[in-house]
């Protein structure tokens, strides 16, 4: 009874053997057959190859793996918080330090491409705590700077663009020109000049046209402060005429429409400047990142 229970646990165990090998070469040739489609450019097949993987193997590691390539194949289709949601799986996964890095980081990137900047400040700062070693990488530079930049947190963004400059292997005085530039860019002079929304609208109170100017919309503030004056004129004629009531509801109407109108418009002009100026700076400050990263 002895030997045919040793016989029995040296076929489990041959059996066993044999059926990990089988296993370890499906999933291979399943890997393949994805990355083929990738390849060829079928991200969508692609993905749901990567997930079929994910979910029916029972390697940890090949899961991860098969994770990552299938948030890849999300955002070369765009679907950046789908990939980001179906990444949240592995984050868990810190035995493979270097497939946990990469999920960290490709979660902040697609946070990055969904325009929640914070959030990708935030996971790059949980990157940095789990990979100190790691975090002065390129890659993690790049996107801190742009976070940064797109949050207008302008010394930050600075910090990080000089920083990625520092450690491009560049000629000198490549490095300085660089350097010079970065100066530029992020100096109290360059940056985007925001104009209060409240005072533009408080000066077109007090005195209408006025909010307009302040906005950068001198032309707008001198016809609105034009209407007015009209408005007010023709309300005065017809009360001269003594047509009071033909007075009181056009003449004041039209003044009325004009002014409050008037407010509301200075308002809209200076976020609507705001806006404009800021975007500018940030694709100039975006686009240099971009370079040096690049070099």
């Not at 790059?124 to 993690?140: G, I």
Request: net charge negative.
């Amino acid at each position: 009874m002895k030997w045919i229970n040793v016989f029995c646990l040296i076929c489990m165990f041959l059996c066993a053997g044999s059926f990990h090998s089988s296993v370890v070469a499906a999933e291979k040739d399943d890997f393949e057959y994805a990355e083929n489609l990738f390849q060829d450019g079928n991200f969508f097949e692609a993905a749901i190859a990567f997930e079929r993987i994910f979910f029916l193997s029972g390697d940890s590691q090949v899961r991860i793996k098969a994770n990552l390539r299938r948030a890849e194949a999300l955002k070369q289709q765009g679907k950046f918080r789908e990939a980001r949601m179906d990444l949240q799986r592995s984050v868990h996964l810190r035995n493979f330090p270097d497939e946990h890095f990469m999920v960290l980081y490709q979660m902040a990137f697609c946070d990055y491409m969904l325009g929640n900047y914070t959030r990708v400040i935030s996971g790059l700062r949980q990157l940095e705590h789990f990979y100190p070693e790691r975090s002065n990488a390129e890659k993690v530079w790049l996107l801190y700077a742009l976070a940064h930049i797109m949050n207008s947190e302008y010394e930050q963004a600075r910090a990080f663009t000089d920083s990625l400059i520092a450690i491009q292997l560049v000629d000198e005085n490549i490095a300085e020109e660089l350097k010079r530039e970065s100066q530029r860019i992020f100096s109290t002079e360059n940056l985007p000049v925001v104009k209060s929304e409240n005072r533009a609208a408080n000066l077109s109170t007090f005195l209408p046209g006025v909010g307009h100017m302040y906005a950068g919309y001198p032309g707008k503030g001198i016809l609105n402060a034009s209407s007015q004056v009209i408005a007010l004129g023709l309300a005065g004629i017809m009360a001269y005429h003594q047509l009071y009531i033909s007075g009181f509801v056009i003449g004041l109407g039209m003044f009325q429409s004009f002014y409050f109108g008037g407010i509301r418009q200075a308002t809209f002009l200076a976020a609507q400047r705001n806006l404009k100026e800021t975007a500018n700076w940030k694709e100039q400050a975006r686009s240099f990142v971009i370079e040096v990263y690049e070099l």
